[in-house]
């Protein structure tokens, strides 16, 4: 005799498969990330965009560099999401200092 599956059992069936499939998405994603990460493209993309943040040409950017391009960024995003704000400066610095591998005060290509 067939028993019914009850609808808990059913939604269990159903939350255990989309989770399944949220982590094959997720893997998906990832492996794309990567490989755009590792592109040619990409590589020129950080380059133009580091030489456009460089105001001064040093070939480094400091925390002034890097705080006046998020302003420029969030100059556009608010056209998009007029409710974004802008992280302080202070917020700014203690970023270029947790990712400023040599301790200089500044960011090198």
């Known amino acids: 005799m067939d028993e019914w599956a009850s609808p808990e059992q059913l939604a269990s069936e159903a939350f255990r498969a989309g989770q399944v499939r949220a982590l094959e998405l997720k893997k998906k994603a990832k492996s794309a990330l990567t490989s755009f990460t590792q592109s040619e493209r990409f590589k020129k993309l950080c380059r133009k965009t580091f ?27 608010v056209k998009i999401v007029n409710t974004a704000k802008p992280p302080s400066k202070h917020v700014i610095e203690r970023l270029v200092h947790e990712v400023d591998i040599d301790k200089t005060g500044v960011l090198n290509y």
């Open 51 to 77: 030489d456009e943040v460089d105001f001064d040409h040093s070939n480094c950017v400091d925390t002034k560099e890097v705080y006046c391009a998020v302003l420029l960024l969030y100059l556009k995003l």
